[in-house]
């Protein structure tokens, strides 16, 4: 069964700093690009970053160009996201998503959920002093 699982979240003052994991079970990410997505609070879902199964491609949402940084372990299969300079308004539930790519899409990578289908459960993410 193609399992993610999120963990990481927690309570951060502004200006701190969380580290997201992504952990895939039942699959190996080799061949996923892999998203991270957030919700608040009575918003939509938001595109936050996203890295290529080949790990030679990111992007991120310009809100968190500069603070936030998506990598990948594809040894230990798991993806991660560092959150630095944390503001109130990252507050939000954080979700992975994986995407299996072809060999030719292996550099690509985009953040529109819809691209997605495989989901994990969240991680809280809340940014209060």
């Known amino acids: 069964q193609l399992q993610l699982v999120e963990s990481g979240g927690g309570l951060v003052q502004p200006g701190g700093s969380l580290r997201l994991s992504c952990a895939a079970s039942?699959?190996?990410?080799?061949?996923?690009?892999i998203g991270w997505f957030r919700q608040a609070p009575g918003k939509e879902r938001e595109g936050v970053s996203c890295?290529?199964?080949?790990?030679?491609?990111?992007n991120y949402v310009d809100s968190v160009k500069g603070r936030f940084t998506i990598s990948r372990d594809n040894a230990k299969n798991t993806v991660y996201l560092q959150m630095n300079s944390l503001k109130p308004e990252d507050t939000a539930v954080y979700y992975c998503a994986a995407d299996w790519t072809p060999a030719t899409a292996q550099h690509n990578c985009v953040i529109r959920g819809e691209e997605y289908d495989n989901w994990g459960q969240g991680t809280q993410v809340t940014v209060s002093s």
């Open positions: 039942g699959f190996t990410l080799d061949y996923y690009a």
């Open positions: 890295i290529s199964s080949s790990g030679g491609s990111t």
